[in-house]
């Protein structure tokens, strides 16, 4: 067991234990989410959906997919900070 004699040596000599990780930028997550490959399909299926007349369809993909981009930003986000 250390004593805190033993604690304030090890601290002097390796240093505290701590990892900062830099928080990512908006834009880098926006960007992240954006380019998985989940949404790249479902920008193939909206397209293949306005080629093929089933706009409707397309338009609620389009509409779901941004409020599921837009909501994962904002928790993401919030959890960097």
């Known amino acids: 067991m250390f004593t805190q004699q033993k604690r304030e040596i090890q601290k002097v000599r390796f240093g ?3 990892i900062e990780v830099p928080p990512k930028s ?4 926006l960007t ?3 380019l998985n490959p989940f949404y790249i399909f479902q920008i ?3 397209a ?3 080629w093929e007349d ?3 369809y ?7 997919s941004a409020l599921s981009i837009i909501m994962t ?3 993401t986000n919030k959890n960097n900070e």
């Open 16 to 18: 505290s234990c701590v």
């Open 58 to 64: 397309a338009y609620c993909i389009l509409g779901i």
């Open 44 to 46: 193939f299926a909206c």
């Open 32 to 34: 992240d989410e954006v």
């Open 54 to 56: 089933y706009v409707i």
């Open 26 to 29: 908006i834009f880098l997550i």
């Open 73 to 75: 930003v904002y928790e």
């Open 48 to 50: 293949v959906f306005f």
